[in-house]
């Protein structure tokens, strides 16, 4: 028995471990996050997993881990179902073996490389769940609870996502290696990474403070149906029993009067934001309900408005079918000034347990046009950083969410437009809508539970830039990976040592 978990009384592992667990709930990227949590969480978990055995700490580490899974999907309103449940133990388990690792190899390799196998591990995991899993950065990502610190969130524009997650990672590691040891030798790691947490905060600081202005902008309006109309379809939709299927196969007379009236409603908003002087206006996801029959005169009347207005217009639409297994389409279509369809993109990432719509093809739409290269995804696509890095000036997000969890999605969104180099343009039809610059400051937001008239509108840079992380993609990544991966074959050649 090591040294560490001789002096450790009992009571006092458990205590780190309540402690450690009760900050990871407002750590999950939820709408109750507090950004501090997320840094302090993790000192405390080390701590314990390193005063006990290896296996059972890391045994509690993941009831810890399945805690706040349940714990965001409460909060978040998103209703519990066996897909929900087995993501959330999946994902548990991937949390944890940063922390089993770090027991298993913290006394078999060298202090710096001991120090650094814990981030590494945590920037590698959160990778593995956008690559492997159906949740991307909904959950299990560090980097969106320190939402609104852009000097720090600058740094994703090198590494992606995972960066942060990284420095938050490695501040525990430094920090759990000096409560075990202090000494002058253990400070040495805290000297390191502070000048680097400096570096990165104070080199995202000078890249907001000295990027070039703005430049060429163009006015966009995000339009969402009124409150009357979304509430009358959602009760002529409540009165058919059943799911996507039953509404289709519902008489057309239940249901279309209800269905025109948002239609017309989006049209009009639509009008009247070009004569005030947008040239992109933007739909939310699903804005259109529509049956698959009347699909093709919805668009011909969203064309006719865009060609009459002379706009950019997107739209959602969501389409019922009495065709299995999706009984439906999530879908946009894109508009030109002079009524040409200039794509038509199906979600590609449909959420898991929730819709049942087939996936597309995952190919993100880019069109050149005088305002710069627009392209799209729909929603949750956004939480997946891989399909998000597209060479556009402009990203329109077309969502619709919830009161529980419209904001804390809409504020994940924003890394997207760090990442990429391009503003984001996210309408959320029940939700937070918002537009972001490249750097991820905030360029117009309206909230749809605070405000009567569902409209946004924002001068939108016409140019992005081109990022590390544009370029090189998960390469940190992939490195972090790369990392973990030697870490644990040193560490398994090595023989252990007294901590």
């Avoid at 991937?94 to 027991?103: A, E, G, I, V, Y």
């Avoid at 439906?328 to 049942?356: C, M, N």
């Amino acid at each position: 028995m090591d040294d560490a978990r001789r002096t450790t009384p009992t009571w006092a592992r458990y205590a780190l471990l309540v402690l450690g667990t009760a900050a990871m709930l407002f750590a999950v990227g939820g709408r109750w996050d507090i950004p501090v949590a997320a840094w302090i969480s993790p000192v405390l978990l080390l701590r314990f997993t390193r005063t006990g055995r290896a296996w059972s700490a890391a045994l509690w580490i993941l009831l810890a881990n399945i805690a706040a899974a349940i714990f965001w999907v409460y909060e978040s309103a998103m209703g519990f179902n066996v897909v929900i449940i087995a993501g959330a133990v999946g994902l548990s388990a991937l949390q944890t073996l940063p922390f089993l690792l770090d027991r298993l190899l913290v006394g078999r390799l060298r202090p710096w490389m001991s120090v650094l196998t814990f981030p590494a591990a945590v920037a590698g995991s959160e990778f593995l769940i956008t690559l492997l899993s159906p949740f991307g950065t909904a959950y299990g990502s560090l980097t969106v609870t320190q939402y609104g610190d852009l000097p720090l969130l600058q740094v994703t524009s090198l590494t992606g996502s995972y960066g942060v997650g990284f420095l938050i990672a490695w501040s525990a590691s430094v920090i759990a290696r000096f409560w075990e040891r202090p000494s002058w030798r253990s400070a040495r790691s805290g000297v390191v990474y502070v000048a680097v947490l400096t570096a990165v905060v104070l080199g995202g600081g000078a890249r907001l403070a000295f990027s070039p202005a703005a430049g060429k902008t163009v006015r966009i309006a995000g339009v969402s149906p009124g409150r009357e109309v979304t509430e009358a379809l959602r009760a002529a939709l409540g009165r058919v029993p059943g799911g996507r299927r039953d509404v289709a196969a519902a008489p057309p007379s239940a249901l279309r009067p209800a269905m025109t009236a948002v239609e017309d409603d989006l049209l009009a908003t639509t009008r009247r934001e070009a004569d005030a002087g947008a040239k992109i206006v933007v739909w939310p996801e699903e804005g259109v309900k529509t049956l698959e029959a009347d699909e093709p005169a919805a668009i011909t009347r969203a064309r006719q408005e865009a060609r009459r207005s002379g706009v950019y217009l997107e739209i959602g639409l969501g389409v019922y079918s009495t065709t299995a297994p999706a009984y439906g389409r999530d879908e946009t279509v894109f508009i030109g000034p002079d009524g040409r369809v200039l794509w038509t993109y199906q979600k590609a990432h449909p959420i898991p347990g929730s819709e049942t719509f087939t996936p597309g093809d995952g190919r993100v739409p880019v069109v050149d046009t005088p305002y710069g290269r627009i392209a799209n995804v729909i929603c949750y696509d956004a939480d997946f950083p891989a399909l998000m890095r597209v060479r556009a000036d402009i990203m329109l997000v077309p969502a619709h969410d919830w009161r529980e969890y419209g904001r804390a999605h809409t504020e994940k969104a924003a890394l997207r437009a760090i990442e990429g180099g391009y503003a984001l343009v996210r309408q959320d039809s029940e939700g937070l809508s918002a537009v972001f610059d490249d750097q991820g400051r905030v360029l117009a937001a309206t909230d749809y539970f605070t405000t009567d008239r569902q409209t946004m509108v924002a001068y939108v840079p016409t140019r992005g830039v081109t990022t590390v992380y544009d370029l090189v993609g998960d390469a940190f990544a992939w490195l972090c990976l790369l990392a973990v991966a030697a870490l644990t074959v040193l560490g398994l050649v090595r023989p252990a040592k007294r901590r």
